[in-house]
């Protein structure tokens, strides 16, 4: 690969990663929800599931990728209702400090990472990109080693950085609505982010 190719993976990447989707809105609601952590948590099964395809289309398989996205979009009803039932919780919580604290246990944070997963496996966008568009971008019959690690790295800074500024940056207007305005108002918006995140991740299954 070419410097002038590697730039332009780089640039699709970085368009199609800040592109408002179903990823962008799983992460704005764990990191909002449930705090920063579990945002990045969120992000980096996202990438995670960015860098199967990726495998996947460097090795020229990509009826797997197709076969893989239709098992997992049965999955991805499973998280919906998650997030639904997460968010109707968050509404009829009672009023207390500890509402908005942060869930940083292994499981909720193993929970996130397995969600932002799932997802992209069961993302038709994505696997129509890796499995067809992907190989028109490069050769991949002649990637040499040193390809393939530029391949992973721009798919983890363009894809892995923009997820975590979108976790950020939800995480940080929560944080100011709670203190600009009162719980009851935050819990509504929480919660409401939640269920439509839910229902968006099922109508788009």
């Known amino acids: 690969m070419t410097p002038l190719s590697i730039a332009s993976f780089f640039v699709i990447m970085l368009a199609l990663a ?18 920063l952590r579990n945002g990045i948590a969120t992000a980096i099964g996202i990438v995670a599931g960015d860098l199967i395809f990726v495998s996947i289309a460097i090795l020229g398989m990509s009826a ?15 998280g919906g209702a998650y997030l639904i ?4 919780q968050i509404f009829r919580a ?3 400090v500890g509402l ?8 909720t944070l193993a929970f996130s990472f397995a969600s932002g997963l799932l997802l992209t496996l069961g993302d038709l966008k994505a696997i129509l990109f890796y499995a067809s568009l992907f190989p028109t971008l490069m050769d991949v019959t002649v990637l040499s080693l040193s ?10 800074i363009t894809v892995g950085g923009v997820k975590l500024a979108y976790a950020m940056l939800a995480r940080t207007i929560i944080a100011h609505l709670q203190i600009r305005t ?3 108002h935050s819990k509504k918006i ?16």
């Open 182 to 184: 009162v719980s009851q």
């Open 64 to 78: 797997l990728a197709i076969a893989t996205g239709s098992l997992f979009s049965v999955l991805k009803y499973v």
């Open 18 to 35: 800040a592109m408002p989707s179903a990823s962008v809105v799983l992460v704005v609601a764990r990191s909002s929800s449930l705090g």
């Open 85 to 88: 039932w997460l968010g109707i």
């Open 147 to 156: 390809d393939i690690v530029a391949v992973v790295v721009v798919t983890i």
């Open 190 to 205: 929480s919660g409401g982010l939640m269920i439509a995140t839910g229902s968006y991740i099922i109508i788009k299954a």
């Open 100 to 107: 908005y604290a942060p869930d940083n246990r292994r499981s």
């Open 94 to 96: 009672k009023e207390t």
